[in-house]
């Protein structure tokens, strides 16, 4: 085990659990309504929601997963690429009338527009299970990052079989559930703030170069 590998990792991710929790408590609202538990009560604003989606998009899944995939697997591995892409210019001209549309309406979610826009309960709840189904392998390569990150620290994640084996991930994943649930979007939106200043300092850092 690399003691001081450990530590940091430790110290960091008790951080984040704190942050994750007392997130709830940031520019307060009540949880109880979805527009301020998923949204945030769209009280964000620019700064926030950058960091938000800077957050989303430079994790595990892209600093470890995908880079890990194309090692073991070859050119699969690629999608990630083309992908992007594809999906950013799209972004860039769709989305920004999306959400004025969304906060004019009151919608919450991509189904809420589809139901309002075609008035098809069935478009809507089709829309909606494709966006669950389409985010599972999304998680499933967030658990191998992490998989991967307590394998560098030194524990044996491959000698264990089952439960035990899985226990590092299963708390981890338990743990970022629980702060979620209590803090809905300003968890991941507070920590993202956190995460990206250190992928910054990290990589502007002269060692890094």
Known sequence: MNAIATFVFVLFFIGVTILGFIAAHWRLGDLAHLEEWGLGGRRFGTIVTWFLLGGDLYTAYTFIAVPALV???????????????????????????????????????????????????????AIAVTGIVATMPYIALQLVGIEVVIGALGFDTKGFEGFVGDLPLIIAFAILAAYTYTSGLRAPAMIAVVKDILIFTSRSSPRSL
Do not use: E
Not at 99 to 124: E, N, P
């Open 71 to 125: 090692f073991g697997a070859g050119t699969t591995g690629f999608f990630a690429l083309p992908y992007t892409i594809l999906i950013y210019p799209f972004a860039f001209v769709v989305f920004p009338k999306l959400w004025s549309i969304a906060k004019r309406q009151g919608y919450v979610t991509s189904a809420d527009f589809v139901s309002a826009r075609y008035g098809s309960r069935m478009l809507a709840l």
